[in-house]
């Protein structure tokens, strides 16, 4: 089965220490983009395996119903019955109506950049909207009928203590959702927070962030969200089937400037340019892997998984650094399978580098 991604690459405002592709929005420019969304979308041979579809960016919840609805229909005759359909919004004004349509057009998973539940912190790293506009939001969606809500949950923020953290993790298990999405703060080249000196210095610091980590991943879990890979968190059966796809090496394809493209047979991207994904008849793809999903990279990708991977399908050079990370708790065995534990996840670049390197 194959995922359709669909990049939407507006924002009202941008959000400092953000590196996704995305411009300000207009109206006019929004059309167009959907209109190529569409163009896109026939071009393609997609078949009919598509089970999830995931609406990201930027800012999807900017574009409406209708231009939702109008991309979901092009899609419909890929589209299986059950397919878990995503949209990511952002929680700024009442948007109880909004919610409603999207329900009817058939999105039946919404994924909210909460981020932090701190008014103070939001604040800090720029967002536009309150802890209570993200409770209302989240509530508005449970609401209009969304069963299926993800927050996000930002964690290594400036000023972010584990006083902080506890309270907004507090706020958050207590909200109708199933699923969080819990990532480090990183400071991504070329974004302005990589130029703010005064701000970065407020950031805890590799052995704090750990710490705040750690306490998120248990906090989360005592509440009944089951990590399930580095930074997914759901409660039983609300994993996020679409996301799944990127850990298990199966089909996806991306549309839109700086959607990336796992998809017969090649891995490859899309240039980050709406200009010249709007010109375009079919979106144009650099290719980034022309025999992508090798045993490597399935290994790569599997130990980010809280299932992990195969001990037998590690080489032998990864079997014999295996020991220490086990001695030190970074690893553990599971019957015939090797997984990183929570400790593990929280320098889990370090250790599957290590492994794998
Ligand atoms: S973090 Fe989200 S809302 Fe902020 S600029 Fe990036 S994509 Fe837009």
């Not at 298990?248 to 047979?265: D, K, N, Q």
Request: aromatic letters at 8%; a negative charge; glycine letters at 8%.
């Amino acid at each position: 089965m194959t995922g359709l991604y669909i990049h939407v690459p507006f924002c009202a405002v941008k959000c400092p220490y953000c590196d996704f592709y995305s411009g300000p929005y207009r109206r006019e420019t929004a059309q167009r983009y959907v209109e190529a969304v569409i163009r896109n979308l026939t071009a393609y041979r997609i078949g009919d395996t598509v089970d999830t579809v995931y609406f990201g960016g930027g800012t999807p919840s900017l574009l409406s119903t209708a231009q939702i609805g109008s991309i979901l229909e092009t899609a419909a005759p890929c589209l299986s019955g059950d397919a878990e359909i995503t949209l990511e919004c952002n929680p700024t004004g009442e948007r109880g109506d909004y919610f409603r349509a999207l329900r009817r057009i058939g999105v039946n998973r919404l994924s909210v950049g909460t981020q932090s539940f701190s008014d103070k912190l939001l604040r800090l790293i720029g967002r536009r909207h309150t802890a209570q506009q993200g409770i209302r939001c989240v509530e508005a969606a449970f609401a209009a009928g969304f069963e299926n809500i993800s927050c996000d949950l930002m964690l290594a923020l400036p000023q972010q203590s584990s006083a902080l953290l506890a309270e907004t993790i507090g706020v958050l298990t207590h909200l109708p959702i199933t699923h969080v999405s819990a990532y480090l703060l990183q400071v991504e080249e070329g974004t302005d927070l990589s130029q703010d000196a005064a701000l970065l210095a407020q950031c805890p610091d590799e052995d704090t962030a750990a710490a705040l980590y750690l306490q998120a991943v248990s906090a989360l879990e005592a509440a009944g969200f089951a990590q399930y890979e580095v930074s997914s968190f759901a409660r039983p059966g609300y994993e996020s089937r679409h996301n799944l796809k990127y850990w298990h090496c199966e089909p996806y394809l991306g549309i839109g400037p700086g959607a990336h493209s796992c998809f017969a047979g090649r891995r490859f991207c899309v240039p980050r340019s709406l200009e010249r994904f709007m010109a375009a008849p079919r979106q144009e793809e650099e290719l980034l892997d022309s025999a992508p999903c090798d045993a490597q990279e399935r290994l790569m990708l599997g130990l980010r998984l809280r299932y992990g991977v195969a001990e037998g399908a590690l080489s032998d050079a990864a079997k014999r650094k295996l020991p220490p990370l086990l001695k030190a708790g970074y690893i553990e065995r599971r019957e015939d399978r090797i997984a990183l534990t929570a400790r593990g996840f929280a320098v889990s670049n370090a250790v599957i580098g290590m492994l794998l390197g």
